[in-house]
């Protein structure tokens, strides 16, 4: 079920918006009232009919089609189909969206190279070139959120084993951190990580934290709320294992000793 969503009142005044037809804005508005928290959605006629309109039976599948047309020629919206299936992205959706925790889209995202685009020979008039320039503007800001998490945690953990290349698997990890904790939060979860003794290697084991363990948001908690903070008793007794037992192992339980949380 799709959150509640705002309608900024600006959109009364945009040009663009101006010259859908009165259904045309109803469905408009109806994509981002259905939209996931990334901005993707379902966009098969029959189902946005029977979501949207209901009970209008003066309202057919053809006529959605034909708005979908419209709104591709004039709004910054990509219809595009995968496998099969047609869906939609909004382009300026983080721009009039703000999503507290958004959940992961289970919404393919559009690849121009694999995936089919729809409405670009049947559009009422040539699409707007903002578009593609937009989906190059959020790539370039992903990515320089990543180098700048990597930046952060290379600057603050002086003692850990430091950052040099993103990897694939590293990048998702990074997409996946930040709808979960802000970069000011994580300065804040790599100040504690380096000045605490456990994650920078003066225990038994002398294992040290890495980036890839403050990545996993149940240890970037866990650093945030002091669970790792412990020390030695002067009777020898080695108030480490615990944590050890529970940092040692993964978000899914499994034993990731030998490897030092190395992807």
Not at 56 to 62: C, H, T, Y
Not at 64 to 88: A, P, R
Request: hydrophobic share 30%; charged share 30%; glycine share 4%.
């Amino acid at each position: 079920m799709a959150r509640k969503r705002m309608i900024d009142p600006n959109i009364w005044q945009s040009e663009d918006f101006s010259k859908l037809s009165t259904l045309g804005k109803l469905v408009f508005i109806g994509l981002f009232s259905l939209a996931d928290d990334e901005g993707r959605g379902r966009s098969n006629p029959v189902y946005l009919k029977s979501t949207l309109f209901p009970y209008e039976e003066g309202i057919r599948s053809a006529d959605i089609d034909k708005t979908l047309s419209e709104i591709s020629s004039n709004m910054s919206v990509i219809f595009y189909s995968c496998n099969g299936s047609s869906y939609y992205s909004l382009y300026n959706w983080n721009t009039w969206q703000k999503i507290d925790r958004p959940t992961e889209s289970k919404i393919p995202e559009y690849d121009e190279t694999t995936m089919q685009r729809l409405f670009d020979e049947h559009s009422t008039s040539p699409r707007r070139v903002i578009a593609p320039n937009k989906k190059e503007d959020n790539r370039k800001e992903k990515e320089d959120k990543r180098i700048r998490i990597k930046d952060i945690y290379n600057e603050y953990c002086p003692n850990l084993p430091q950052v040099q290349k993103l990897t694939d698997k590293r990048k998702k990890a990074i997409d996946k951190f930040l709808k979960e904790f802000t970069e000011e939060q994580f300065i804040e979860i790599c100040q504690i990580t380096n000045s605490t003794d456990f994650l920078i290697g003066n225990n038994d084991n002398g294992w040290k934290a890495d980036f890839d363990f403050l990545m996993r948001t149940d240890k970037a908690t866990n650093v945030l709320e002091g669970k790792y903070t412990s020390s030695k008793s002067e009777n020898g007794i080695n108030d480490f294992k615990e944590l050890w037992e529970e940092a040692k192992n993964d978000e899914t339980g499994n034993d990731t000793s030998n490897n030092t949380f190395s992807w």
